[in-house]
């Protein structure tokens, strides 16, 4: 079993990371340059972890899931998401990308972690969130892991009422998606420094001439809006950023990247 992962500003990352060190198996993002078909292919389960955008699953990692849909037919499955308030079907919502594979599903589950919408008023950055969520997550992890090991089967998001609660957003939020593709912004406080061309999982930016420009795909993650030293950038939401979202602190005594 492998677990593969993708983190816009480090929640999934630390699910995934976590739960790779409990059952003793590997941890990979897909933004890693790697021989995807034959990883996959080599593996009986597969665990994927991804955070949850109105109730759906990030552009780059549906992208991903259709590039390698061959690779993850008749393979076991574990659904993991992360998600700030609810998602309702969060983890259901990657087995509908695959035709067929809900019955591969052995387990899938929610995790709650710490806001990352940094400029959004209603959703403050609290001190006090990014400790309580992390801990949570982590005993909440430890009793998935126990009953993976068992063989139990849980599937969060798969009843009715997750479905009708899954709609509550997902029906708006493709439309938020497709705008949100060209929404990067940059403020006069630019330095042009390159960080959020670097660091941008969906290689949407370039830097021409100290400039930075956007080339129409961006996933929402909020890094770049979360990395930048002078809090320039924003994506949908175009308002400076107080305070930034750094991921989760170190609460069980390792260090965070």
């Known amino acids: 079993m492998i677990i593969i992962y993708f983190s816009g500003t480090g929640n999934s990352k630390y699910i995934a990371e976590q739960f790779a060190k409990r059952m003793d198996i590997q941890a990979y993002s897909i933004e890693q340059k790697l021989n995807w078909k034959e990883l996959l292919s080599s593996e009986d389960t597969v665990a994927v972890c991804y955070p949850i955008y109105g109730s759906c699953v990030p552009r780059i990692m549906r992208s991903f899931a259709f590039c390698y849909r061959n690779c993850l037919e008749g393979k076991k499955l574990i659904i993991f998401c992360t998600q700030m308030l609810f998602s309702g079907d969060g983890a259901r919502a990657f087995a509908r990308l695959l035709p067929g594979?809900?019955?591969?599903?052995?387990?899938?589950?929610?995790?709650?972690?710490?806001?990352?919408?940094?400029?959004?008023?209603?959703?403050?950055?609290?001190?006090?969130?990014?400790?309580?969520?992390?801990l949570k997550a982590l005993k909440k992890l430890d009793r998935v892991?126990?009953?993976?090991?068992?063989?139990?089967?849980?599937?969060?998001?798969?009843?009715?009422?997750?479905?009708?609660?899954?709609?509550?957003?997902?029906?708006?939020?493709?439309?938020?998606?497709?705008?949100?593709?060209?929404?990067?912004?940059?403020?006069?406080?630019?330095?042009?420094?390159?960080?959020?061309?670097?660091?941008?999982?969906?290689?949407?930016?370039?830097?021409?001439?100290?400039?930075?420009?956007?080339?129409?795909?961006?996933?929402?993650?909020?890094?770049?809006?979360?990395?930048?030293?002078?809090?320039?950038?924003?994506?949908?939401?175009?308002?400076?950023?107080?305070?930034?979202?750094?991921?989760?602190?170190?609460?069980?005594?390792?260090?965070?990247?």
């Open 101 to 134: 594979c809900e019955k591969q599903v052995i387990y899938a589950e929610h995790f709650f972690m710490p806001n990352n919408i940094c400029n959004f008023s209603l959703f403050p950055i609290s001190e006090k969130e990014k400790r309580k969520k992390p």
């Open 145 to 257: 892991c126990a009953d993976i090991r068992r063989g139990i089967v849980k599937k969060r998001g798969w009843s009715l009422g997750s479905t009708l609660l899954g709609k509550t957003q997902n029906v708006a939020f493709a439309k938020i998606e497709q705008q949100g593709r060209s929404s990067f912004h940059t403020d006069e406080s630019c330095i042009g420094c390159g960080a959020c061309v670097q660091k941008c999982p969906a290689h949407n930016l370039e830097l021409i001439d100290g400039r930075v420009v956007q080339k129409g795909k961006c996933t929402l993650c909020y890094r770049c809006v979360n990395l930048c030293p002078k809090q320039s950038c924003t994506v949908f939401i175009h308002k400076k950023p107080k305070k930034q979202y750094k991921g989760i602190d170190d609460i069980t005594g390792e260090s965070r990247s």
